[in-house]
């Protein structure tokens, strides 16, 4: 071919990739639970994380909403690794605000956890700051994951008292609430194990919960830990957790 002839061929290949991504890719990986490009494209690959490293299962898929704006709505669930919000938001088709403990978030990983829209808990402060950014999520009809026993429970088989402010978010968010119970992960509290153990996890979504016209906030509370109970079979251990990290860290 002339040098013409190149340079037009090289134009058609031009507009044909940028055709590709622009009509084809870039719809595929916006059309998962966040307009963002980028975690679209981590919310697919979590299928294949999930399914090879976690050999997940799950039950109770019908009970999940199929909207991208179903909230307000609070998921709540058992802390069994730091693996769970993968696992959970693996089978949602809507972007999960989950609650972090700020100590937890490495200054380092700013931007993902900005792009995941993480609500930071000060877990020994004051955590006002994080009710209030749930409380505007859910009035603006987002989701808000939440582990309510308030870090990872050890040894398993056994269900924590849970925060009363998962109750005062439910009453004061006039949020639906979706019931989630964990089982079957590696059994440790550092973050390189939970997510790159080899086990056997399955995630049972238990209940969609409406409490419509029901403001008692420790008695929200206490159905939701009842109702865990006695889907898991794990028995109740009524003494909270501290919320003080191990001191050889979180990984």
């Not at 690959?45 to 999930?50: A, E, P, R």
């Not at 996890?201 to 008695?219: C, I, K, P, Q």
Request: proline share 7%; with cysteine.
């Amino acid at each position: 071919m002339s040098p013409l002839q190149w340079v037009a061929f090289a134009i058609v290949i031009w507009i044909a990739v940028v055709s590709l991504a622009y009509f084809v890719i870039l719809p595929w990986l916006t059309s998962g639970p966040s307009a963002h490009p980028f975690v679209g494209l981590c919310w697919r690959f979590l299928k294949i994380y999930t399914r090879v490293i976690h050999r997940l299962e799950v039950t109770g898929l019908e009970l999940i909403p199929q909207s991208k704006r179903p909230g307000p709505l609070v998921v709540v669930c058992n802390h069994t690794g730091s693996v769970d919000p993968l696992l959970v938001s693996r089978y949602c088709p809507f972007m999960i605000r989950w609650m972090m403990g700020a100590d937890l978030m490495w200054s380092r990983m700013a931007p993902l956890w900005d792009m995941l829209e993480i609500i930071p808990v000060d877990r020994t402060g004051n955590q006002s700051g994080a009710l209030k950014t749930a409380l505007r999520t859910l009035r603006s009809k987002g989701v808000v994951g939440i582990f309510p026993e308030g870090r990872i429970t050890l040894p398993r088989g056994e269900v924590r008292p849970f925060f009363s402010g998962v109750g005062g978010m439910i009453a004061h968010g006039k949020a639906d609430t979706l019931l989630v119970w964990i089982e079957g992960t590696a059994e440790t509290d550092q973050v390189l194990p939970s997510l790159f153990g080899r086990c056997h996890a399955t995630v049972h979504f238990l209940e969609y919960l409406s409490y419509d016209g029901e403001r008692d906030a420790g008695n929200i509370t206490e159905q939701l830990r009842s109702k865990l109970i006695a889907a898991s079979g794990w028995g109740a251990h009524d003494e909270a957790l501290p919320l003080v990290l191990p001191e050889d860290g979180p990984f």
